[in-house]
């Protein structure tokens, strides 16, 4: 299974950025999928989760300017992102629980990672 982490970029403060986050391999389902983020000299937060059924969960540094979705069918989740702050800059990354398929069946769930993408909010 692997994750593929796009749209990260530069913006200027209280722009907006869309990061989308691809799962591919032997996925069977996507129990649940989101982001985290990590600046430098900061320990890694949550930044948004989306379950199966499709409850999310937000911190309250992001929640009302962010706003996580997910595709089923195209195993992909996105996060939307607006009114960014320059406290928003970090490495996105996104993570996935992830039902795999075996020749023996249905395997899991297992935590998988994509690597990171860089958002930077400054002027």
């Known amino acids: 299974v692997q994750l593929q982490a796009s749209g990260g970029g530069l913006v200027q403060p209280g722009g907006s950025l869309r990061l989308s986050c691809a799962g591919s391999g032997s996925i069977f389902s996507i129990d649940a999928i989101g982001w985290y983020r990590q600046a430098p000299g900061k320990q890694r937060e949550l930044v948004a989760h989306?379950?199966?059924?499709?409850?999310?969960n937000y911190p309250d540094s992001v929640r009302g300017r962010f706003t996580i979705s997910r595709d089923n069918a195209k195993n992909t989740v996105y996060l939307q992102m607006n009114s960014l702050k320059r406290e928003d800059t970090a490495v996105y990354s996104c993570?996935?629980?992830?039902?795999?398929?075996?020749?023996?069946?249905?395997?899991?769930?297992?935590?998988?990672w994509g690597q990171g993408t860089l958002v930077t909010v400054s002027s």
């Open positions: 993570y996935a629980r992830v039902k795999v398929t075996t020749d023996w069946g249905t395997r899991g769930p297992y935590d998988y």
């Open positions: 989306i379950t199966s059924g499709g409850s999310t």
